[in-house]
């Protein structure tokens, strides 16, 4: 067992020895053993291993597959959950020679059985089924192994740790065996995701989060059409290669990115552990923690979980945790990999916790903006690895701030806390997983608990004090380190004493270099407020129709209940089904062991199935429930608090349309809105959050259980006591299961302003005061505040085109569009100071004022008279050709941290072209998502349209992700715009003027420049945010 548990948490000892060895009462072992009537094979080989990220329900699985006599084998190692990693070796590596000991498989049923169980069945649900979507390799079942020599990695010049200075990258489209690529997966969106230097590309964060050391450079293939002889990465690699064999960029460059159909591939992503390979469903390729994370496998990182290893992605303040949150690494990791570095004294646990009338001062600088940001206190004078004594754990303690690269934690429950981890390693090439123990608030004392990793938190004798404010954002935090006391409880424990016997500190005073984020001059270095969010506590909250088993930290408690809610589901579902318990519709439910505490929930809301139904359920109120029926969870209901009221001002709204992935509120909000996406709710989900009118939501919170258990199951899930829902996870194709997260939310009569808690720039803080003004700057237009997000925000104009002289990128997303001289021959756009994301960007056909080649210089590339923006993306840049500006073409991409609103038809405004004012503006904040050319007047002989000179817009509403200081992708400071662009008056908007648009459109703008006086006006009574109106005067 001790063996068995070892390699489990994959120990190694500092020889290097990797071994692994099958229960010997595994039935497959019995079986094979029993009918081969000859000793097990002994092989010695080099293997290929691919760690399997599914980011799901179910745990993340190892592909190991070697060559043996020929023949590509694929290794089945009994007991382990059919090859999850967390029941393997962690140090097992790419190209690594073992000695492996087992036998091959034989029997066709046994071997089915087998591939069934090594691939996620929430994902494969999901995937196109046929001979050619096959895996055909045949099993090797394991029964033990044993490291030869460890494989020294990914070649080339490394940093100080693992990463590589010099990403040199080939990425390759792939269409296998006749399953082609969406359109929208093109050389040029790939472009733009992998190699952009602009905000949104996984070159940007990389950029960003290895604090500059890291270039990335490459080139974009195909599509490429190969069928390979087995559906796994190896055999999509080998067949990649053979057809690129010629190929001067594969050859060359030592990193492959693959990227297939969602349908082909059975994980989300994949890579070599140690190697240069890496494999992508095309869906996730608009997220570049999704890049960060598969290259952090290349580069020798394990995932980022939470106390146990069955909470193996539970870390999302690290892009090695779960999809797909854009994210830098947590601190064990940025050291692994060359971006951070110890403080250089390592403190020693027992002595620590040996004082408890003196305490130790720690001052922890922020990872995101300082290299030494982190401390280890060792745990053990004798650790056990393999037998050996001579390489310990530690606990590492570090401080995540809101500056730097920790900019992306703005708005989520990472910021400005302190966290611990635990780390079997003491090495760079340790590949060990991270296991977060704590996250801690300023202002709280915690008892630091440590974790056997399997099933048990583990007693320290020490606590921890985190000094400060809870809202502020400083470059430091204080921490005190003392031993506990006999009445310091987990729940209630003493701040540490005053009194200080030891103090450490950093001594780099080095601030991360300042870049700017492209053109857009989006600074990475930043500061700003966030609330908090531990997830070290997971409750499960299971539901059957008999018994109910509600696990927290401290109990089990055991219920009954026999309520039958089968007639609630819709008739298409079928008679048989059953739902799991849940409580009944006319009442109140209790929560579960818990009577005398009833769950402040009310009725539960009707099934809905689409988008219309879901928007009839009508919010305003925070949620505390969600049931799931039907295949892939078609059909939703929801269960609301009935004592707390949400504000429907500053309301954010979290998108979900792909398999797998996370939709969390911004920190200090609670869901109040389910609505679905499209003609059916397994297509995608919004997740609308609000700010509650009265109580506050605490920091803590927790992950219950996937559910439903069997995919098209009827069950529902729920937070329970004071607890209210913040976010969502799904897991498996069409987000078929599903696991919420939860928080205390707090009834208060007192009003908490906003400014602080939400990084709020302008307008009332809710309860009477002010978060400031837009200032007025000399020689520009001032900005606005626009009240959904409490910050300011210029309009700008563009440079202008024409045929000859291109307009120069900006990056930012327009809301209008101007023309001057003859045909409108010169044409700009107008935008909001909001910048676009580079992850996803794409081109639309060429437009004019014909349809064809009417004259020669249309140059036969006008295909229609309108072009509107692919799903989710609105007009960033625009092209002229031909006489004129006679051909137009579109480049679009999404608004950073905004959702292009779909649900409606666009908005298409009138026609305007070059006569006064020459300007077209989006009305209601909105922005342009499509443009249309006039159709050219037939026989005709005066102002007959030609050129396409005139012009409309059609124009969609977008939707906050986040507010205040969380929104990044606002450029409220002029010296941060980017040069090429002016700023220009602002159209008349509900959202920062009290004047309603005369014409619902669309908005001609005005020709002159406006006076300006400010107004404030309360917003939402006590809460999130006021609007900051804008007066104008003619």
Not at 245 to 268: E, F
Not at 649 to 671: E, R, W, Y
Not at 1009 to 1030: D, E, H, K, Y
């Amino acid at each position: 067992m001790l063996r068995w548990l070892v390699a489990m948490l994959g120990i190694v000892a500092t020889s290097g020895v990797v071994s692994w060895e099958a229960p010997a009462s595994n039935p497959h072992i019995r079986r094979l053993q029993a009918s081969s009537g000859s000793p097990a094979v002994r092989l010695k080989l080099n293997v290929n291993v691919v760690k399997l990220d599914s980011f799901g329900s179910e745990p993340p699985k190892i592909d190991l597959s070697f060559y043996a006599n020929g023949t590509q084998m694929q290794a089945y190692f009994p007991g382990t959950s059919g090859n999850s990693g967390r029941y393997l070796p962690m140090s097992l590596r790419q190209d690594m020679m073992l000695e492996v000991i087992g036998y091959r498989e034989t029997d066709a049923s046994a071997m089915s059985e087998q591939k069934a169980e090594m691939i996620d069945q929430g994902l494969a649900a999901g995937q196109v089924l046929g001979s050619t979507s096959e895996d055909t390799r045949p099993v090797f079942v394991v029964q033990g192994l044993q490291s030869v020599k460890s494989s020294a990695g990914a070649s080339g010049r490394r940093l100080a740790g693992n990463a590589s200075p010099n990403l040199e990258v080939v990425v390759v489209l792939v269409e296998p065996c006749g399953i082609s690529l969406k359109d929208e997966t093109t050389q040029d969106r790939l472009e733009s995701a992998f190699f952009s230097p602009y905000t949104g590309s996984f070159s940007q964060l990389i950029g960003e989060c290895s604090r500059g050391q890291v270039t990335v450079s490459g080139v974009v293939k195909g599509p490429i059409q190969i069928c390979p002889t087995s559906n796994n990465p190896y055999s999509i690699y080998q067949a990649t290669d053979k057809y690129l064999a010629s190929d001067a960029a594969w050859r060359s460059l030592p990193y492959k990115v693959m990227v297939l159909p969602d349908s082909y591939l059975s994980s989300i992503g994949a890579a070599t552990m140690g190697g240069t390979l890496s494999w992508y469903r095309e869906d996730y390729v608009q997220h570049p923690q999704i890049f960060m994370h598969e290259i952090g496998h290349n580069w020798l990182l394990h995932h980022s979980g939470a106390a146990f290893i069955s909470q193996e992605y539970r870390d999302t303040s690290s892009a090695m945790g779960y999809c797909c949150s854009t994210t830098c690494y947590n601190f064990i990791q940025s050291w692994q990999l060359g971006f951070a570095s110890y403080m250089d004294k390592e403190l020693n646990i027992f002595d620590l916790a040996a004082g408890s009338s003196g305490s130790t001062l720690v001052t922890l600088s922020q990872l995101g903006v300082y290299r030494q940001a982190g401390i280890k206190i060792r745990t053990s004078s004798t650790p056990v690895r393999n037998g050996s004594a001579d390489l310990p754990s530690y606990l590492v303690l570090s401080y995540r701030g809101t500056g730097g690269f920790d900019q992306h934690l703005l708005g989520k429950g990472w910021a400005n806390k302190v966290q611990i981890h635990h780390w079997d390693g003491d090495r760079v090439d340790d590949s060990s997983a991270t296991y977060l123990l704590h996250s801690i608030s300023k202002g709280d004392t915690v008892v630091i608990k440590d974790t056997d990793r399997v099933s048990q938190r583990l007693e320290t004798g020490l606590k921890i004090t985190v000094q400060g404010d809870l809202y502020d954002a400083g470059d430091t935090v204080n921490v005190l380190l003392c031993g506990r006391l006999g009445s310091d409880t987990d729940s209630n424990a003493a701040p540490c004493p005053d009194f200080i016997v030891a103090t450490y500190g950093s001594t780099d005073v080095s601030v991360a270099t300042t870049t700017a984020a492209g053109d857009t001059g989006a600074t990475i270095t930043r500061t700003g407020t966030g609330s908090t969010t531990t997830p070290v506590t997971t409750r499960r909250t299971t539901t059957t129709t008999t018994t109910t088993t509600t696990t927290t930290a401290n109990s089990t408690v055991n219920t009954t209940n026999s309520t039958n809610l089968s007639t609630r589901i819709p008739n298409f579902f079928g008679s048989t089904t059953s739902m799991m318990w849940q409580p009944p519709a006319s009442a109140p439910f209790e929560i579960p062991g818990a009577a005398s505490s009833p769950n402040p929930g009310g009725e539960w809301s009707p099934y809905f199935t689409n988008q219309a139904s879901s928007m009839a359920v009508v919010g305003g109120r925070p949620i505390v429930g969600i049931g799931c029926a039907g295949q892939f969870c078609s059909s939703l209901m929801v269960n609301y608090r009935t004592d707390v009221l949400v504000s429907e001002k500053g309301m954010t709204v979290k998108q979900l349309t792909s398999d797998i992935g996370d939709i969390v509120c911004n920190a200090g909000q609670v869901g109040t809105q389910l609505t679905c996406v499209g003609s059916t709710c397994d297509s995608g989900i919004q997740l609308h959050c609000g700010t509650p009118l009265k109580g506050q939501v605490k920091a803590e919170t927790s992950m219950l259980d996937w559910f439903p258990q069997i995919i098209g199951g009827t069950e529902a899930s729920y937070c329970t006591g004071k607890d209210v829902l913040v976010g969502i996870y799904c897991g498996s194709a069409r987000c078929a299961r599903k696991m919420l997260t939860c928080a205390p939310l707090v009834n208060t009569d007192v009003c908490a302003p906003g400014c602080k808690m939400f990084g709020l720039e302008c307008g009332d803080d809710g309860c009477g005061g002010s978060c400031g003004e837009c200032s007025l700057q000399e020689g520009a237009t001032s900005p606005v505040c626009r009240g959904d997000v409490g910050r300011c925000m210029y309009t700008l104009s563009s440079n202008w085109a024409t045929s000859d002289y291109d307009m120069s990128r900006t990056d930012l997303v327009a809301s209008g569009m101007g023309c001057k001289n003859k045909y409108c021959e010169k044409v700009q756009l107008i935008f909001l100071s909001i910048s676009v994301d580079a992850s996803w960007r794409e081109k639309s056909h060429w437009i004019s004022d014909n349809v064809g080649a009417r004259f020669p210089w249309n140059n036969n590339v006008s295909g229609d008279t309108v072009a509107d923006c692919p799903t989710g993306t609105a007009l960033a840049y625009l092209e002229c050709r031909g006489k004129y500006c006679d051909n137009i073409r579109l480049t679009c991409a999404k608004p950073l941290q905004w959702i292009v609103d779909m649900t409606t038809d666009p908005t298409i405004t009138e026609y305007f072209s070059d006569a006064e004012p020459g300007r077209m503006d989006c009305d209601d904040g909105k922005v342009i998502t499509g443009v249309e050319c006039k159709g050219v007047k037939k026989f005709c002989l005066v102002d007959c349209g030609d050129y396409c000179t005139y012009k409309r817009l059609r124009c969609r509403k977008i939707m906050p992700e986040t507010a205040g200081k969380a929104s990044i992708g606002i450029i409220s400071t002029l010296q941060l715009l980017p040069a090429t662009v002016t700023t220009a008056v602002p159209a008349p908007s509900p959202w920062w003027t009290k004047l309603t648009p005369k014409k619902t459109t669309g908005v001609s703008a005005a020709p002159r420049r406006p006076q300006l006086s400010l107004v404030t006006t309360t917003f939402i009574p006590c809460g999130l945010m006021a609007i900051f109106a804008l007066t104008m005067h003619t």
